[in-house]
């Protein structure tokens, strides 16, 4: 397994960087049969230190976490113990919709824009009705089922997810809706 453990505007020691990588084989070996990488973030937030971690599984899932305490050891083992909630809770369903899948993940790629929110400054009509791109950039879209993309919402944290079906040859779309349940675009 690969491991990217970096600190933003901290020195992240070699003790730290054995600590992490000890941790998350420890939770991933029981969960994650396949892990493929680990990208641990360690930074100051106030007099706080925040980890975010992101694993990467080879089934084509990320898990995602975060936390914060008072000292970097605790932020992490707090990240790590939401992380294996995380997996914990999935794993019935991990095994459920991967026993059947003999390959990973098949991504496709696609382009993604960030477009400029208009400020109105005044009730004047605006000069261009073309967005401002303010970005671009190269993203990947997974080919999942629906139950798989739905699982890859919630590991992930994600408030939409844009993936490619397996049953059927189109781009979908899972979004979670207000009221709590999961919406699903089938054009």
């Not at 994650?32 to 360690?42: E, K, M």
């Not at 007099?47 to 970097?72: D, M, P, Q, R, Y």
Request: proline content about 4%; overall charge negative; some cysteine.
């Amino acid at each position: 397994m690969r491991y990217q453990i970096t600190g933003k505007q901290i020195d992240v020691g070699e003790a730290l960087q054995t600590h992490v990588k000890t941790e998350l084989d420890a939770m991933l070996g029981k969960y994650a049969g396949r892990p493929t990488d680990a990208t641990v973030i360690f930074s100051k937030s106030a007099h706080e230190f925040v980890c975010e971690t992101v694993v990467h599984l080879s089934t084509g899932l990320n898990a995602t976490a975060k936390a914060h305490a008072t000292e970097i050891y605790a932020a992490f083992d707090a990240c790590c113990e939401k992380m294996d909630k995380q997996l914990r809770r999935y794993k019935r369903r991990l095994k459920d919709h991967h026993k059947d899948r003999a390959e990973p993940v098949e991504l496709f790629g696609a382009s993604s824009y960030i477009l400029a929110g208009e400020v109105d400054t005044h009730d004047d009509e605006p000069e261009s009705l073309q967005p401002i791109i303010v970005a671009e950039m190269e993203t990947k879209i997974p080919s999942l089922t629906v139950g798989e993309a739905v699982m890859q919402m919630e590991l992930a944290g994600l408030p939409v997810l844009v993936f490619r079906n397996d049953k059927k040859d189109g781009v979908n779309v899972v979004y979670r809706r207000e009221d709590g349940n999961i919406g699903w675009i089938d054009p």
